[in-house]
């Protein structure tokens, strides 16, 4: 059984950094691009960031600069290190990608940040 599973977030102060990770295990024969969002209370699901097979990477405007993602596909996983965090950041952030040609969400991760 195929599962995705973030970790990593987590209570900051505004300015600190967070690194989060979301890992697809099981029997993996395909697994495409792999996209990081985040849902605020009250707000809609918005993508934040997305990296390809390959390596290329796709940023919200607001996260540009401060956020950074990447992938490590020999583990099936994809990071989202996040600098300068600042309170609006505040979310759940989940992950997202296709397994098998399967659509799959990971679970989400809450980050809080706040003095």
């Known amino acids: 059984q195929v599962q995705l599973v973030e970790s990593g977030g987590g209570l900051v102060q505004p300015g600190g950094s967070l690194r989060l990770s979301c890992a697809a295990s099981?029997?993996?024969?395909?697994?495409?691009?792999m996209t990081w969002y985040r849902q605020a209370p009250g707000k809609e699901r918005e993508m934040v960031a997305g990296?390809?097979?390959?390596?290329?990477?796709n940023y919200a405007d607001f996260v540009k600069g401060r956020f950074t993602i990447s992938r490590d596909n020999a583990k099936n996983t994809v990071y989202l290190q996040m600098n300068g965090l600042k309170p609006e950041d505040t979310a759940v952030y989940y992950c997202?990608?296709?397994?098998?040609?399967?659509?799959?969400w990971g679970q989400g991760t809450q980050v809080t940040v706040s003095s």
């Open positions: 990296i390809t097979g390959s390596g290329s990477t």
């Open positions: 997202n990608t296709v397994i098998n040609w399967r659509p799959y």
């Open positions: 099981g029997s993996i024969f395909s697994i495409r691009d």
